[in-house]
């Protein structure tokens, strides 16, 4: 009897192990795929960046800070501090952006998206190790090819050598974040799910003037940019509650 429970644990065991992997391969391979498509595609830099704002968005405010707001009881940190901390760093990263980088907002607001975007697949690694599964896997590699076009689309105008490390990083998140499973304290990981949405969030603000500014007139979105913005924004929305 004992044997054979130690050969189905083992074999549960090597099962959850090739998921994980097949979830970070596609993860990584979305991610490489977004950017690679709003790279591509340079010349419709307004439409990338609507789907980069309503991503990001999404990302933000439906994934991220809810899971943070209900994981804060078992974290042992109180609710009211979720969204303190959230719009601390949406503000903080909006001041980095105006005056903390002598380059344009936009490019301070890329590094920042690509940064808080690193610390989320870290989180998503470890996520991704606790389920185990390939349905999580799919739904995270949906999320990940938004947030790969965002990254493409917000560093468009940095040199390719810093889309090549950011990118390299986010692709190595995932994998730090699973073989670091149960070291993080909760109060920490909670922490920095909320902040990360805060900067997110700031992001996609970011993004969302931007396009306003590459679209005709500079006044408002065009047509094409709000659909193509509320198509990104509904995908994400959708792996995101998938994957929940």
Request: glycine content about 10%; charged content about 10%.
């Amino acid at each position: 009897m004992g044997v054979v429970d130690s050969t189905a644990v083992l074999a549960h065991a090597s099962s959850a192990h090739g998921s994980v992997i097949a979830g970070v391969v596609l993860v990584t391979a979305a991610t490489l795929a977004g950017a690679w498509l709003s790279r591509r595609r340079s010349g419709q830099q307004a439409a990338w960046l609507a789907a980069a704002a309503g991503a990001l968005l999404v990302i933000s405010g439906v994934h991220l800070l809810p899971d943070a707001w209900s994981d804060a009881p078992a974290a042992g940190i109180p609710r009211w501090a979720v969204p303190t901390i959230a719009l601390a760093s949406f503000a903080l990263a909006g001041l980095v952006a105006r005056k903390g980088c002598p380059c344009d907002p936009e490019k301070a607001g890329g590094l920042g998206t690509a940064a808080a975007l690193t610390v989320h697949r870290f989180l998503e690694g470890s996520a991704l190790a606790l389920t185990s599964t390939l349905t999580v896997a799919g739904a995270l590699a949906v999320h990940a090819l938004a947030e790969g076009l965002a990254v493409g689309a917000l560093l468009h105008a940095q040199p390719r050598r810093h889309l090549i490390v950011w990118l390299s990083a986010m692709c190595l998140g995932p994998v730090a974040g699973a073989a670091a499973v149960g070291l993080l304290p909760a109060a920490a990981e909670t922490a920095l799910v909320a902040l990360a949405a805060g900067v997110l969030a700031q992001a996609a603000w970011v993004s969302l003037k931007a396009a306003v500014h590459l679209s005709p007139g500079g006044r408002r979105l065009g047509r094409r940019p709000a659909a193509v913005g509320l198509a990104a924004a509904a995908v994400t929305a959708l792996a995101a509650l998938v994957s929940g």
